[in-house]
């Protein structure tokens, strides 16, 4: 039985996730506006709770369902762990305040009539140190937790995810930003921050008006 948890818990996550990049397409979206263009405006709305809802599964098997442990942090690395912990969480919800969250969650789009609007490109001081920073906190908040087996299983999975999917959103985020975009890819590394790679303000605001002209 645990064998198939195992397994079952691998099944899940990778549905999980291909699902979720394949809703994330702009192929998903067309379609979805081209069927239903009553209501477009709320696809992104939809995709987030079905994001939410799917997690369901996955998150019993983490927390419900017995399984071998396979590390505690104690002592300092304890310590060391709830500290880099808390400086993520606190990293992500001070990125909150760069976002246009009305828009992230898909409400702001139920007042718009027409195809779905594309974003802006812009970068937060965040983003000055890594492409994708609110994969680098997840990261970090996953691998400092205490793990069972089910949870490493998708600490694992949910890392691979990471890796392999801003690889996939990058070439969307190249589509439709261009050249800006590509120039971004070669001055900020794409998870982990370098000392040698990184954005101060005014290449920032260097790059942003190169986008412009």
């Known amino acids: 039985m645990i064998e198939l948890n195992y397994i079952l818990i691998i099944v899940l996550w990778s549905l999980y996730f291909l699902l979720h990049s394949l809703l994330a397409s702009f192929r998903a979206k067309k379609a979805f506006e081209h069927a239903l263009p009553s209501v477009a405006s709320s696809y992104r709305l939809i995709y987030n709770i079905l994001a939410v809802v799917l997690l369901i599964p ?13 590390w505690q942090w104690s002592g300092e690395l304890k310590i060391v ?3 880099l912990a808390f400086v993520a969480l606190v990293g992500f919800i001070w990125s909150l305040k760069y976002y246009n969250n009305m828009d992230f969650l898909g409400l702001s789009q139920l007042n ?3 195809p779905i609007s594309t974003s802006q490109f812009t970068l937060s001081p965040f983003h000055q140190l890594v492409r994708h920073p609110w994969y680098l906190f997840a990261l970090v908040l996953i691998w400092t937790r205490d793990m069972n087996a089910h949870f490493f299983i998708s600490a694992c999975c949910m890392t691979v995810y990471f890796i392999v999917g801003s690889i996939y959103e990058e070439r969307k985020l190249v589509v439709e930003f261009g050249q800006v975009y590509r ?8 998870l982990l921050p370098s000392f040698r790679r990184f954005l ?12 412009e002209d």
């Open 58 to 70: 996955q998150l019993h098997l983490i927390y419900s369902v017995p399984s071998i442990n396979i």
């Open 112 to 114: 718009q009539s027409g």
């Open 81 to 83: 762990a709830n500290l």
């Open 200 to 211: 101060s303000r005014k290449q920032v605001n260097e790059l942003l008006s190169n986008k």
């Open 183 to 190: 120039d971004y890819q070669q001055a900020v590394p794409r």
